[in-house]
Nanobody, 126 residues
Framework: QVQVLESGGGLVQAGGSLRLSCTAS????????MGWFRRAPGKEREPVSS????????SYGDSVKGRFTISRDNAKNTVYLQMNSLKPEDTAMYYCAAASRPARWSAGVEADFGYWGQGTEVTVSS
């Protein structure tokens, strides 16, 4: 059984930083593209960032480019999202997901991801 678990959310002031972590178990982590998505209050879920199994392909949503950095540690079955220069509009529930199929790249197409965590909440105060 695949389990995806996010952590690291919280309340931060605008301009601050947070690092989200996501651990996936029950799959061969090192061959799966991993992604971060978010859903802001009253909005649809949107892609934030994706990273390929070998970290050689990375994508970011336009709203987070230059501020967020995705990385992974395959030895720890963990993917990270370093979020800097946070803005109130970054307030959202952040979800981690693993691609539905191994060795497949996806630049944040939600339908390509089949294993989802429950989310971790990020609130950025102004």
């Amino acid at each position: 059984q695949v389990q995806v678990l996010e952590s690291g959310g919280g309340l931060v002031q605008a301009g601050g930083s947070l690092r989200l972590s996501c651990t996936a178990s029950g799959l061969h982590f090192m061959v799966y593209t991993m992604g971060w998505f978010r859903r802001a209050p009253g909005k649809e879920r949107e892609p934030v960032s994706s990273i390929s199994p070998a970290s050689d392909r990375i994508s970011y949503g336009d709203s987070v480019k230059g501020r967020f950095t995705i990385s992974r540690d395959n030895a720890k079955n963990t993917v990270y999202l370093q979020m800097n220069s946070l803005k109130p509009e970054d307030t959202a529930m952040y979800y981690c997901a693993a691609a539905s199929r191994p060795a497949r790249w996806s630049a944040g197409v939600e339908a390509d991801f089949g294993y989802w965590g429950q989310g971790t909440e990020v609130t950025v105060s102004s």
